[in-house]
Every structure is written in structure tokens, then in C-alpha cells.
């Protein structure tokens, strides 16, 4: 139900946009967050968007290169990443829930996830 793609290999300093296809209607009763997960390490959340009014929340370490959109026509959430790091190097996910007291950036309170997009920053 939800669809990630856009990643791949990419130098230090680059960027690259990840998408997000949402299926049915999650988009219209779903908040949709960005997460993810470094080699060896946990799942990190990046950010969030509310579906009922688009406001987007950002991890704090993440706002400065990361941008979270979505585009309703589309059923699709985007993450444009800029000036790359190779600490960004992770599988990135996105996934939904419709729970109302999930907090930005906790995977626990997702429901449903992606398979998640690779992501490789290297030179």
C-alpha cells in the first residue's frame, strides 16, 4: 500500500528526491511519516505530515537538508534530500498510521510501512 522510490547511489553533497506512492485512500485519513534505518543501527524518523492539514514535523537533526511535501492528486509524499552525507547512508521508509497519539518520529506508532528505498551516499 505504500511505495518507495527514488533512491540509489549518490556522492557526498548531492541530492536525491525519494517517493512515496500512498495506495486507496490513506492520504485522506492517514499522517504519513519518513523513517530510516543506517546499517547496523535502528529505525530513525525524519518527518511527518498530518492528513488533515498538511502541517509537516521534522526531526530536529533532519530539517536542515530534509523537505517532506505530498502531492494529494498524486497519492504521493515526497522527501528531497540535499548536500548528502555519507552518514545518510540508510534504507528509507515511509509508512502510515491513523492513530491520533502517535508522535512524529516514533516508529512504534506506525501502522503500515514500505519495503523501504536504499539510499547510499559515497564517493
Known amino acids: 500500500q505504500l511505495v518507495e522510490s527514488g533512491g540509489g547511489l549518490v556522492q557526498p553533497g548531492g541530492s536525491l528526491r525519494l517517493s512515496c506512492v500512498v495506495s486507496?485512500?490513506?492520504?485522506?485519513?492517514?499522517?504519513i511519516g519518513w523513517f530510516r534505518r543506517p546499517p547496523g543501527g535502528s529505525r530513525q524518523g525524519v518527518a511527518c505530515i498530518k492528513n488533515s492539514d498538511g502541517r509537516i514535523t521534522y526531526v530536529d537533526s533532519m530539517k536542515d537538508r530534509f523537505t517532506m511535501s505530498r502531492d494529494i492528486e498524486k497519492n504521493t509524499v515526497y522527501l528531497e534530500m540535499n548536500n548528502l552525507r555519507p552518514e545518510d547512508t540508510a534504507r528509507y521508509y515511509c509508512?502510515?498510521?491513523?492513530?491520533?497519539?502517535?508522535?512524529?518520529?516514533?516508529?512504534?506508532?506506525?501502522?503500515?510501512w514500505g519495503e523501504g528505498i536504499l539510499v547510499t551516499v559515497s564517493s
Open positions: 486507496g485512500r490513506i492520504l485522506d485519513y492517514y499522517d
Open positions: 509508512a502510515a498510521t491513523a492513530w491520533p497519539k502517535y508522535v512524529c518520529g516514533d516508529p512504534l506508532g506506525m501502522e503500515v
